[in-house]
């Protein structure tokens, strides 16, 4: 082994589940990194609505929410893709926050607990060798006794250990989405999310601060393929056919210039540990927008990789008890969820298969209920 390692874990990806874990593990006393190739603070394809799930977490990190005054959550509604509305009831609730934001305060106090972070640095290798971690990044080369990937949807490493097709092959169609977020600002309910369907696709919308709303949509690359590959195109001949939709699009005040766009994004099921990498957020397995919200469960994830990276730093556990550890608890806690909500998905997007749907839960409100409590979790 050898004789001195530069940290005590590593992160690759500096996302929700990144950052929450490095401040977690700054605040037990250990020394992180933290790498992220993008530079703070800046935007991501997200549907920036958190159920309350994760208030409790946050709070407890040092995240002033209640400063903030966040819109608060509790209805929802989803149109079929002619516009019909079919209103729900969110008994957890939730709020709106921009990733911008949130990503940002997050930063700053990581950075305030000491964790080293390495902004606007790609990670290009890791290995393992005996017992712990060499991170090849560029300009920048570290060791770790334990490293967690926290990247996005889509990654090098994705590619390199063989986890998703490579991006000169043709994807499946389970790699073929494509997800289109703006910020807008459009007098939409403050204390509502929509989810407006389309053909083979869905778009919501919901407040985040400063009276701004975020309408981020997931679609087929087929649908932009389509349409001369143009989202302006497409937006017009596919989505504008729901009247919700063409109303938002139509009436709304886009505050940047183009969208943030992300393409070929895989919903295919993924290992939670990978050659001795500990995996969180959505390099443990993309979740569904209609999982109640993946914010949630990255943070969450990031808390039950804690749990056992803390136990294996103390000398309790071993590396095999550690991932088995991890891997256990991730799938107790996310396992049903993402099943129910991929089924969900499945529901959505379609003509007549999302108003019958739809029309079924309204006649059984008891369904409707348990449908929406299975795609969200309880307060960690």
């Known amino acids: 082994m050898k004789s001195a390692i530069d940290f005590d874990v590593a992160i690759i990806g500096g996302g929700l589940g990144g950052l929450t874990l490095a401040i977690q593990c700054a605040n037990a006393g250990y020394r992180v990194a933290l790498f992220e190739k993008e530079n703070y603070p800046f935007h991501k394809v997200c549907g920036e609505y958190i159920s309350n799930e994760s208030k409790p977490f946050l709070n407890h990190l040092g995240i002033p929410l209640e400063e903030w005054n966040l819109p608060a959550i509790q209805q929802l509604i989803i149109t079929d893709v002619k516009g019909k509305a079919y209103p729900f009831a969110l008994d957890l609730g939730g709020f709106g926050v921009s990733r911008y934001q949130l990503d940002s305060a997050l930063y700053k106090l990581a950075v305030q607990k000491k964790v080293q972070v390495y902004s606007q640095k790609k990670v290009l290798d890791v290995n393992y060798l005996n017992n712990y971690f060499e991170i090849a990044a560029i300009n920048t080369n570290i060791s770790a006794k334990v490293v967690v990937g926290s990247f996005g949807k889509r990654s090098n490493f ?47 919308i919901s407040m985040i ?45 886009f505050l940047y210039n183009a969208p943030q766009v992300i393409t070929q994004v895989s919903f295919a099921p993924k290992t939670q540990i990978q050659n001795h990498v500990l995996m969180v957020g959505d390099a443990a397995g993309l979740i569904t927008p209609l999982c109640g919200n993946g914010m949630s469960m990255a943070m969450h994830a990031g808390k039950l990789a804690f749990q056992a990276i803390d136990g294996f730093l103390q000398g309790t556990v071993n590396r095999t008890e550690m991932e088995h550890q991890y891997a256990k608890n991730w799938h107790l806690q996310f396992q049903q969820r993402l099943w129910v909500s991929r089924k969900v998905q499945a529901l959505m997007g379609a ?15 008891f369904l409707a209920k348990q449908v929406i409590s299975s795609t969200h979790g309880q307060p960690f």
């Open 158 to 204: 994705d590619v390199l250990w063989k986890r998703i097709p490579s991006f000169k092959q043709k994807s499946p169609s389970s790699n073929n989405f494509i997800g289109v977020k703006y910020h807008i600002r459009y007098p939409h309910p403050s204390n509502q999310i929509a989810l407006h369907n389309f053909k083979n696709g869905y778009c919501g």
């Open 351 to 365: 003509e007549w298969l999302t108003s019958v749907s739809l029309n079924l839960l309204q006649r059984f409100p």
């Open 209 to 253: 601060e400063e009276q701004k709303c975020c309408l981020c949509y997931l679609t087929t690359l087929d649908n932009l393929r389509n349409n001369e590959s143009r989202i302006e195109v497409m937006e017009k001949k596919i989505l504008f056919k729901n009247p919700a939709l063409k109303k938002i699009f139509s009436g709304a005040d």
